[in-house]
C-alpha cells in the first residue's frame, strides 16, 4: 500500500487498485480476486475480459456501490442491478466528494492485425482523472503515448509497462516526460503479459519517483 497526502493506494494486481479516500473504498478494473472486497465505487475503464470481468466485479461489489464505466460496456453490464453511470471522452462527473474527469485511452502501434489496433480510438474507451480534494490520480488502463496525455500534471499516474496491448517500459519512461507526473506507479504486468522486471525498468531509469506495488 502506499500513502499519498489524503489517500491510500494498493494495487491488487494486473490494472487493479483500490484507492480508499475518507472513508470510501473506489476500485478500478478488478480481474482474478484472490480476496472479497466490498467497493462503494467500481469504475471499468472498457469491456476487454482483464478490465471487465463479470466474475470479479460480483466479488466487489455491494447493494450500493455505484459503478462508472463507459458506454461501451452497457450491454456487459445490462444484468447488474447497481446504479450504473455511462460515461463518454471528455465527460466531467462529480461523485460525493471527489469528482472524474474522462479522455481518450487508443493504440497507435499496437495491432491485433495490419491496421487494426487493440484498442482503437473510434471505440470510445476512457481513461480517468480523480480528483481528491488537492490530489489527482490518473489511471492510464491500455493505451500508446497520445496527445491527450500532454501536460496533465497528475500527482500520481498509474501507468501501464507491457509490450503486447499497451506502452512498453521504455514508451512507459518517455510518457512520463509529457504528462508530468509527480509519481508514477507501474501497472499491467505479472498477470497476463511480461513481468516485474518491466516495473523495474521504469524505477531505475526514471528522474520521477516510482514506487511499485
Known amino acids: 500500500m502506499y500513502s499519498y497526502k489524503n489517500i491510500n493506494i494498493q494495487r491488487l494486481g494486473h490494472d487493479w487498485f483500490l484507492i480508499w479516500y475518507k472513508w470510501k473504498n473506489i ?9 472479497i472486497i466490498q467497493a462503494d465505487y467500481l469504475f471499468i475503464t472498457h469491456n476487454h475480459r482483464d478490465h ?22 452497457e450491454e ?20 460525493d466528494d471527489f469528482s472524474i474527469k474522462t479522455l481518450p485511452a487508443y493504440n497507435i502501434n499496437k495491432f491485433r492485425s495490419p491496421w487494426v ?15 481528491f480534494d488537492w490530489t489527482r490520480v ?24 507491457s509490450w503486447v496491448y499497451t506502452m512498453t517500459a521504455q514508451e512507459a519512461l518517455n510518457s512520463i516526460n509529457i504528462i508530468k507526473p509527480q509519481i508514477v506507479i507501474p501497472m499491467h504486468y505479472d498477470t497476463i503479459v511480461w513481468n516485474i522486471q518491466d516495473a523495474e525498468y521504469l524505477k531505475e531509469n526514471s528522474d520521477c519517483e516510482v514506487v511499485i506495488l
Open 117 to 131: 489496433p487493440y484498442h482503437p480510438k473510434e471505440y470510445w474507451f476512457v481513461w480517468y482523472i480523480f480528483n
Open 76 to 95: 456487459n453490464l445490462m444484468y447488474i442491478q447497481n446504479k450504473k453511470i455511462f460515461v463518454n471522452q471528455n465527460d466531467n462527473l462529480t461523485l
Open 52 to 73: 471487465l470481468s463479470l466474475d470479479d466485479i460480483s466479488k466487489v461489489i455491494k447493494d450500493n456501490t455505484i459503478i462508472v464505466a463507459p458506454e461501451i460496456c
Open 27 to 35: 476500485c478500478i478494473d478488478p480481474f482474478e480476486i484472490k480476496e
Open 138 to 161: 490518473y489511471h492510464a488502463w491500455d493505451t500508446d503515448i497520445i496527445p491527450e496525455m500532454e501536460n496533465l500534471y497528475p500527482d500520481i499516474a498509474l501507468l501501464p509497462v
